[in-house]
């Protein structure tokens, strides 16, 4: 997959075909001494905590960005929950109020960022 000059392409054929195996999975070339390897640790089938199976390279990005359970902040009190918990949470925790420090209004948090324009 790469340009080989003329005067040398027959010895690199010759070598990439004794040494490189191309992955069946991802279609990568891969040393055939480490093709093992290379399946175990990056195509194997691995069960996030939420219960949903993908290769285990793609684990730390679903972990990190769609799994269901990965933890998030909620932006009214900075509690850690987990991402499925965080909707529910937010109405709950966004529909309480605190005094506006220049009106003396209470203001519900959801709306404590909008309140200082209709103060």
Known sequence: KKDIPAV???????HCRRNIEICPYCSDSIPKSEMKNHVESEHVQVTCKCRMKMESSLLKDHEASSCPLRPVLCQFCDIQLAFNKLQEHE????????PCGRCG??????????HPRVC
């Open 8 to 14: 040398n392409f027959i010895i690199h054929e010759i």
């Open 91 to 98: 109405l709950y925790c966004g529909a309480r109020t605190e």
């Open 105 to 114: 209004r209470h203001v519900l948090l959801r709306e404590l960022q909008e």
